[in-house]
């Protein structure tokens, strides 16, 4: 009995010393010229975006973060991007030792779940902002496409963002605030939101996004990423050589030319999340299988089809195997220096 309880009371001494580690010498991310920086060194975001739902569910979970963390590994990314924040200190523990950073999205109203609404968000900054897995915090996913949800005014919304900033930069120095803002922000946007110190943008113009580097650059000099970017993998229609149905071969020929643009514009960019890392079967039908469908607002970009199948988007397939954009992500990802 007292050798159970001593391998015991090892286990729990070694799990309290890694969380302990989690937390310790937390690093400063900043930004200066247009780059974002970690401990005063350029750090190049090379992510995906990240909501692992398993076949038949709705709920997020991370059951295969084990397996995840392993292929973003092999895949070279150094950046997950989650659209609410993750409350379970095992899993962040386990992202932080795997070397990969997060970016913590807050919503406006998500149930009081760490939202804006509720000023609930500002418990999660002050409990993990000391956490090795922390890169930026996020505020919103392309809300200035719904203005029903802000009185039909966006300026509701940008003043919201704008104070949210203000109050996290007084709780956390380390760490800067941006928004994934849908598509470029006009000038009214950027005059209200000064207190994001870099803006993420939402880009789907085909395989071409190219000219949102220039256009950034002609009406600020803050830095800036591309938080959503990417194709399905199925064709509604065939279309540019490429056949109708489950079509990986197109998913993989839109992100080679979409990760060729961000990476030759590196100087106007500090990085890009592709979206997304796994397929989500909940998102069009019945989550027990794979549907072909669902919406997205401003979805007309989408590669080669101007159609967003939204259950086709991963790189990886539900049960984690690897379509032919997975490599096209490995080779641009591991070829290209922090």
């Known amino acids: 009995m007292k050798l159970k309880f001593t391998s015991i009371a090892i286990v729990a001494f070694f799990s309290l010393f890694f969380s302990f580690l989690a937390f310790e010498d937390t690093e400063v991310v900043s930004v200066k010229d247009r780059q974002l920086q970690m401990n005063e060194t350029p750090y190049f975001i090379k992510g995906v975006c990240y909501n692992p739902v398993k076949k038949g569910s709705v709920e997020r979970d991370f059951t295969n973060i084990d397996q995840d963390l392993a292929l973003m590994n092999e895949a070279g990314v150094n950046t997950i991007r989650v659209y609410k924040p993750i409350d379970d200190i095992a899993v962040l523990d386990k992202i932080a030792a795997a070397g990969i950073k997060v970016i913590t999205n807050f919503g406006y109203n998500q149930d009081g779940y760490f939202d804006l609404i509720t000023g609930s968000y500002l418990d999660y900054v002050k409990r993990y902002k000391d956490h090795k897995a922390m890169l930026l915090w996020e505020l919103g996913n392309e809300y200035n496409l719904h203005p029903e949800w802000f009185d039909g005014d966006l300026k509701n919304w940008y003043t919201s963002v704008q104070n949210a900033a203000d109050a996290i930069h007084q709780n956390d120095p380390n760490h800067p605030v941006a928004t994934a803002h849908g598509e470029l922000p006009d000038s009214a946007a950027l005059a209200v939101a000064t207190n994001i110190d870099l803006w993420g943008l939402n880009v789907y113009r085909w395989d071409n996004p190219e000219a949102i580097f220039k256009q950034w650059s002609l009406i600020s000099d803050k830095p800036m990423y591309l938080s959503e970017a990417g194709s399905d993998s199925y064709m509604t229609v065939a279309n540019h050589g490429f056949d109708l149905g489950e079509n990986q071969e197109a998913q993989a020929q839109a992100l080679t030319n979409i990760l060729n643009d961000v990476m030759e514009h590196k100087e106007m960019n500090t990085g890009v999340l ?10 069009a039908g019945n989550p027990e299988r794979q549907d072909v469908g669902g919406w997205a607002p401003a979805s007309s ?37 922090d």
């Not at 592709?274 to 998102?283: A, G, R, Y």
């Not at 086709?312 to 539900?318: A, E, I, N, P």
């Open 301 to 337: 970009g989408v590669p080669y089809d101007g159609t967003a199948n939204e259950e086709y988007w991963g790189v990886l397939d539900v049960n984690r195997n690897k379509k032919q954009a997975f490599h096209v992500l490995k080779e641009f990802y591991n070829n290209l220096e």
């Open 274 to 283: 592709v979206f997304s890392f796994t397929d989500e079967l909940w998102k």
